[in-house]
């Protein structure tokens, strides 16, 4: 719903300023002006840009752990999958493989390996955080025990998609982080299968008798939450110019916090992606106002905990009163 969609009806167009998306771009907005007139620097072009290049990848992946919670699941080996295909990607582009090879083999494992795991929790009917936790320890012992944690240099300068600026002024990460968001956000409202993820996560034996199959659903959410994770990767391994082949500490929390701040009720069925990567903007932009506020950037860990109890508190007490009404 729009403002211009809301008409002239005072209550609908109360309604649209207090949904949870016009909340948080309210946020990032207020938050960006009153550290600003704090500490001017933060509002330098270069800062804001290296906000949003830098966490762009975090948003991207959002997009894709969001449907997958809106199904009524959730993944938490989703930053060990970033960190091991950042790693593949790397190390074929160091030996010699096509950019574009190294690119696409991102994209196919990731979407191999989530949906994988979308088949085990689907079809076995083993709960999601059993399955992915159990994904998170082989990727995370596997990577470390495979590389042994080494860093992956002399990347080719054609490998740095974050390099690529459309128009002369736009940075790639920026505009595909847009762009997946807008495409995943109309494909959910509109397509009989976006709908279909709703219908799942919200009363799953309601949708069985509207004809939609719960397992193809779930199936098809996780391998397009890998697809999303495999073009996060790509934009986390190629910010800086070498790779480290770890897991990044405590990426899953991150992404995690973007899809429930942003809107996403962690019991499934409601929520947009257009909130989660607001969320994931206004994280990262917490976490850089707190270095020019001189405040320990130690404390964002627990500003997205304090995010999450309060966004899970709000989701539960507006669920009762809809119950109660």
Known sequence: MTLAGAGADPRRRLKVLASQEALLAIAVIGLAIAVGLYNPRFLAARNLSDVLLGNAYIAVAAVGMSMVIVSGNIDISVGALIGVLATISGTLAVNGAPILVAWL????????????????????????????????????GGLISVTGGKWITDLPDSFHLADIELFGMLPFPVVLMILVTILAAL???????????????????????????????IVMVFALHGLFAGAAALLYATQLRV??????????????????????SILGGVGT?????????????????????????????????????????????????????
């Open 187 to 217: 494909w959910m409202r509109y397509s009989a299968s976006g709908r279909a993820i709703y219908a799942v996560g919200g009363n799953a034996e309601a949708a069985r008798l509207c004809g939609i199959s719960q397992p193809r659903t």
């Open 105 to 140: 083999a991102a994209l196919v494992a990731g979407v191999a390996v989530m949906a994988l795991q979308g088949v085990i929790i689907a079809y076995l009917r083993i709960p999601a955080i059993v399955v992915t936790l159990g994904m998170l320890s082989i990727l995370k």
């Open 273 to 325: 992606v257009v909130g989660s990567t607001l969320a994931a903007v206004l994280i990262a932009e917490i976490a850089s106002a707190l270095v020019f506020i001189d405040v320990s950037p130690y404390w964002i860990r627990a500003v997205q905990g304090a995010l999450i109890l309060v966004t899970v508190i709000a989701d539960i007490l507006r669920r009762r009163r809809m119950a109660g009404a």
């Open 243 to 264: 790779i480290q082949s770890t897991v990044p500490p405590n990426l899953e929390l991150t992404i995690i916090t973007a899809s429930v701040v942003g809107g996403v």
